[in-house]
């Protein structure tokens, strides 16, 4: 099987603000553009609302990729495993409060990658880092991707990862 990468909002902002900026590496930007047609890249229509209101040139780079598969995460099965996302934070105890009520904002693109991930058998592709020392003696007050993504069997890496697998080099 194929593995099928589905991209976070920072996997795109961050490159575009710190690494990859359109004018100074457009050879980056080409690249992703080249992949975008084998149906491997995914976007959570989440995802690409983000990146849509920040009405610059990372938005209008977005939405001239045609090749993207935009994943609606409006389906029975991605709500339900949404909700065991939820639960997960609220009662594994790793967690403070705060983490539920900013996961919970239906805006939040982070739940809903998990549960398209763990729907779809994609990885995700993040720039965030595990928190590392989770406890139940100290909890966190935010849920990292990663996390609480191994919880549920879901694969996340970074960028350069999934830039090595589709043989993307500037």
Known sequence: MVEKFLIDSNSFMTPYRQYYAFDLVPAYWEEISK???SGRLVLL?????????GKDDLADWISRQAGFVICNHISPEIIGKYQEVLQYIQMCGLYKEQA???WANGDVADPWLIAVAAVNDYT???AEVPSGGLSVKNPNRNAKIPDVAKK?????NNLYYMMRQ???KI
């Open 45 to 53: 229509d989440i995802v690409k609302a983000e990146i849509d209101k």
């Open 152 to 156: 549920f069997g879901v694969r996340t």
């Open 35 to 37: 992949c975008t047609s």
């Open 166 to 168: 589709l043989g993307i």
């Open 124 to 126: 995700i592709i993040t």
């Open 100 to 102: 539920l009520q900013t």
